[in-house]
């Protein structure tokens, strides 16, 4: 590689960075603090404000709330005031109405919340679904139990933070395509019409418009998941390390159960207890009645201790006996009838049960509190907003960011970096928040700079995209 490509990329990385507002999630999240912005939860609405339905009358999802007053400097949204984010988070998740306030809305309140309460959702507010309820963890809910109808409140901490157009979203990229298509549009116009005359003539492709310089327009693909994070790094003061979410689970949940203080409070026995009722039974169960009695013997006993976890408050701490008798119960078993395994269960268990307990908590500062520093320790890499990963060729970066303003990444048909809409708000599938939209990509609502100027949000269009 020639410095000369290098520089030309960095060069492209430099020319087109636009600052934006990163809605950092900060974990633990009473670590940050305290304010009015927020994901999920509930809104703080202006008294009489009512919550915003869909032309049939559907209550939209609440999504998030951002307080500007929050923004200690200078940006393009108003200087004070709340931004209401509201989305129909239904089956299919596809925003394209032509109707801005069909799938979207966003409300503006020019005070700030302090003497808002918060807003009671509608009674007729539908699951997260709607027809086909999404839970962040569907494995956790028992038969006969509502699905949620509202996303797990988590604290935003705006920051500021450079961002960088996706590849095709470099203007030299879109004329070229645009370019390519205009002429391959009148090529084939021309051949139409003329074989009129000359019916054999061949509907072929016509040259394509000036190249791209590739080598330069590759290289600064390689470059901006690198930029993305190093951004993200000066944002937060958070170092993007190596970890992958995936193998890493039982080394988290071993790490949680080898403090023998755990489980401290009653939400972890009674989230393992939902991990044990809802697992998944061996295929060979049904041909082996020791297996089938083993199963119903663990059953059983996941039912006695979720009962008595349902009689008391999750925050309730656990005494020295009942800790004791579980650590001993969910230490023990077995994988399978004759088949030790002492532990296996208890870190799988652990770690499914500390998504849900360290989520459902971060809207509650004193019930985040209560959680062990050694479980938030263990659990650090799963709520991760970037991880890096491994592919066969290279290493690439799985980003699950929010931000307002600059230069979103797109799982579709990026917008032009020159494009004059502006991003009021987008939020990445996020596995810490537990919500995602299409398939694993995002939710953008879109802006006029006019509007924006004259703090009308009337007109704001959302679009969710997905892989």
Known sequence: MTMDLEARAEALVERYSRPAILLHRPYPAHSARTGNSHFGGLPSLPPGTEWPRTRAGVPLHFLCQVDCGEIDWKTELPDCGILYFFGRDDEEQIWESEDPNEDCRVLYAPAGPDSFGETPPPSDLPPIGWGYP????????????????????????????????????LPEAVEHYEESGR???????????????????????????????????????????????????????????????????????QAIFADETFPQHWIFIHLMARVALCRGRPAQTADDPGATEFEARIDAQARAWFDRSCEVAPETPVDEADRRDFRAWVGNLELRPGKPSPGHRAASWAFTAAIPAIRSWAGDRDRAALISPRIYEAMADFFHSIHLQHGAEKDWYTFQLAQMLGLPPASQQPVSADDPAICLLNLASDAGLGWSFGDAGEATFWISPGDLAAKDFSRVRGVIDGH
């Open 134 to 169: 999404r839970r962040a963890f569907p494995e956790l809910a028992l038969a006969g139990e509502p699905a949620e109808r509202l996303h797990h409140r988590w604290p935003i901490l705006p920051l500021a933070m450079d961002t960088f157009p996706d590849q095709g979203g």
């Open 183 to 253: 002429r391959f549009s009148r090529e084939v116009t021309r051949r139409v019409r003329l074989r009129r005359f000359w019916p054999w003539l061949r509907l072929v492709p016509p040259a394509a418009a000036p190249a791209l310089d590739e080598p330069v327009w590759d290289r600064y693909g390689e470059l901006l998941p690198l930029r993305r994070a190093r951004a993200f790094e000066e944002a937060t003061g958070i170092e993007v390390v190596e970890d992958d979410p995936c193998e890493m689970q039982f080394a988290r949940g």
